[in-house]
């Protein structure tokens, strides 16, 4: 079993409580005019949390809004209730910005898998997801707070929901490699991980390869690029930086980026030195298993 399948026999669910929109720019009613002057993601939280995890996840869609800029276009969103996701409530919406669903859930106990994140829906026009749902493992949630991982595994699953993910990249040819080898190929990417890996020799920029899934599994190589944000594994005392490789990735995607927000990082291999540390695991997070709907943009129907 390489893949991640989703399990909502357990998922919990606490009921639509609250809406954040950060930077907001357009209102979801406006339907397609006019582009909003910055990326704006809009979270609805589907379970009660606490004032200091808001905090982090609004920090950490904070982040993200500074870093990437992209109009989306209006999409209209009219879907029953539990259209993509066990608990998705009812939509019937225009809407004009990424829309992520976030909810605390069971997913498989202690340690394991952390969160799982779906794509319920894609552009069309660019590839890039809309609609998109993050899960958090309830059984982990104090202990990331406390080791102080929440940060990093919130901000590494939001990444998969901006595009992150197989069904962005795939579909446009930016990958090679086959399972023994899988890469990126974005130029912009490319360029940045140059400037940081230049010790690296191989075929660049290196996707993980030992869940043998190939360039579907949308996490950088952990044993090149050690503790980066998108990275399948996360660790007590680990940085999780946001590095100009993963901006330099969403620009070949698309998106205006301004690579001021980076964290300052260099590739180095994880096991050059003295840098293996007890992680756990962010691998199979994102379910490639249902690809998600593609959704025509108002504007271009
Ligand atoms: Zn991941």
């Given amino acids: 079993m390489l893949r991640a399948v989703f399990t909502f026999k357990h998922l919990a669910l606490f009921g639509f409580s609250t809406s954040v929109c950060l930077a907001c720019g357009a209102d979801s009613s406006q339907g397609p005019s006019g582009p909003p002057p910055h990326l704006t993601i809009d979270v609805r939280y589907l379970s009660t949390f606490t004032a200091q995890q808001q905090s ?37 919406e225009n809407h004009h910005n990424p829309l992520i669903f976030i909810s605390i859930g069971e997913i498989d106990g202690p340690n394991g898998s952390l969160a799982l994140t779906k794509l319920c829906g894609i552009s069309g026009r660019d590839t890039l997801p809309i609609i998109s749902y993050i899960q958090l493992d309830q059984a982990d949630l104090a202990s990331m707070e406390a080791q102080g991982t929440f940060r990093g595994v919130i901000t590494h699953e939001i990444g998969h929901t901006l595009g992150f993910n197989p069904g962005s990249y795939l579909p446009r040819n930016l990958t090679g490699g086959g399972t023994a080898d899988p890469y990126f190929s974005g130029a912009t990417a490319r360029a940045e991980f140059t400037k940081h890996g230049a010790w690296y020799t191989g075929a660049t920029v290196p996707l993980e390869s030992r869940s043998g899934i190939g360039p579907n599994d949308p996490h950088w190589r952990y044993i ?42 260099e590739v180095v291999p994880l096991f050059g030195g003295n840098r293996v540390v007890p992680h756990v695991t962010l691998a199979h997070d994102v379910d490639t298993i249902e690809p998600p709907a593609v959704l025509i943009p108002l504007s271009s129907r």
Avoid at 73 to 88: I, V
Avoid at 231 to 246: K, N
């Fill in 224 to 265: 090149v690029f050690g503790d980066e944000l998108m990275v399948g594994e996360i660790a007590v005392g680990t940085r999780s930086p946001l590095s100009t490789i993963t901006l330099g990735y969403f620009k070949d995607l698309g998106y205006e980026v301004d690579f001021s927000v980076a964290d300052s990082y």
């Fill in 56 to 92: 982090v996840i609004t920090a950490a869609v904070d982040k993200w809004t500074r870093a990437l800029s992209k109009d989306f276009g209006s999409f209209r969103f009219d879907y029953p209730a539990n259209a993509c996701f066990t608990g998705e409530p009812r939509l019937n």
